[in-house]
């Protein structure tokens, strides 16, 4: 049975300039796996925030607590 007699949209397809179609695989419908995609999209967002965080903090913490010219090598990009 056709999805489109079944009441379901087609999903997009793009074209290319080649003679090759690629279906979109995000127009699947499938809900569960949109959102594992888009739960593992927010976790691994709020990772690499993280992430960013704890560089800055740990580039501070050379140049004001440990006193070395870590973050004047870094912030004027100046060799070791």
Request: glycine share 6%.
């Amino acid at each position: 049975m056709l999805r489109e007699s079944a009441g379901m949209p087609l999903p997009p397809v793009y074209h290319s300039t080649y003679a090759h179609t690629i279906a979109a695989i995000h127009a699947q419908l499938d809900r569960t796996v949109f959102k594992f995609w888009e739960n593992l999209h927010m976790v691994l967002s709020w990772v690499l925030a993280g992430l960013v965080v704890i560089h800055v903090l740990a580039a501070l913490r050379h140049h004001f607590v440990k006193g070395n010219d870590v973050m004047r090598r870094m912030w004027r990009g100046i060799p070791g």
